[in-house]
């Protein structure tokens, strides 16, 4: 092959890689684009009772189980990171790859027959925000414990929890003292991540927790029910979300650059 033809395929890979970049950009920011026409009833609409009721839903809801997630995920990307057990590679599997691949409608779904009016446990939390928080969580613990993981298993093979040990501190005073500030960086870009997630879930939401303003209504379901009517609140509500989205991953993008 020669010089030129190898120019030619380099432009092509080029071309190919900014359509698709220009594509998934501009859809972004078409958000903005339509806004501008009705700038003052969007405006407007960002501080009515039920969009900032929604909100406060959609914030807290997120940020109850980012905290969940933490407390409960650094520990179990801890135990997979250093333990060695039976069946340990479907457990991880099920606990992480399958929650983040989990139809949303299907969650929602089980969650109704696991903690629903006809629950089997005799538990029903459907149409609560504990049932807001349980969907999240399901969906979005996942990114804590796996990016936990990984920092956990790069620490572990540099061998410094076995010089620690060889000192005399016990393993819970390794985890405290050199794994937990080794993967801080790690962990709060999981629980970055973790948040965004949250606040963008939907279909668990929507059929577990139900769409009741001011009590269980957030910015993902409200959306989905204005939907095909195209309301100027349903516009305002979508710039909030994906906003508060984006803010989060550029959060995320810088923790993990200052962790390299």
């Not at 092959?1 to 890689?17: C, F, K, Q, T, W």
């Not at 910015?219 to 349903?234: D, E, K, R, V, W």
């Not at 984006?246 to 923790?255: D, G, W």
Request: hydrophobic share 60%; glycine share 6%.
């Amino acid at each position: 092959m020669g010089l030129l033809d190898s120019n030619r395929l380099l432009l092509v890979i080029y071309i190919l890689a900014a359509a698709l970049a220009l594509f998934l950009i501009f859809t972004f920011f078409f958000q903005y684009i339509a806004a501008i026409g009705s700038i003052k009833e969007i405006t407007a609409a960002f501080v009515t009772p039920r969009i900032v009721g929604m909100l406060w839903l959609s914030v807290a809801s997120a940020i109850v189980t980012t905290v969940i997630a933490i407390i409960l995920g650094v520990p179990m990307a801890y135990v997979f990171a250093m333990k060695e057990f039976s069946a340990k590679a479907l457990v991880e599997t099920l606990s992480v790859e399958v929650p983040q691949t989990f139809p949303p409608i299907a969650e929602g779904m089980i969650f109704l027959l696991m903690l629903g009016p006809h629950s089997p446990f005799g538990i029903n939390i459907a149409f609560t925000f504990s049932a807001l928080v349980i969907a999240k969580l399901f969906v979005c613990a996942p990114f804590v414990v796996s990016l936990s993981a990984r920092r956990f298993r790069e620490i572990k093979e540099t061998g410094i929890n076995l010089t620690a040990r060889s000192l005399g501190a016990n393993q819970f005073q390794v985890f405290r003292t050199i794994f937990l500030p080794l993967a801080a960086r790690d962990i709060m870009a999981g629980a970055a991540l973790c948040w965004a997630r949250a606040m963008g879930e939907l279909g668990g939401s929507l059929l577990f927790a139900g769409v009741i303003p001011f009590k269980t209504e957030i910015i993902p379901t409200f959306i989905a029910t204005q939907a095909t009517t195209l309301t100027t609140a349903s516009l305002a509500a979508t710039i909030i979300g994906t906003t508060a989205s984006m803010v989060a991953l550029v959060f995320f993008k810088r923790v993990t650059r200052r962790a390299e």
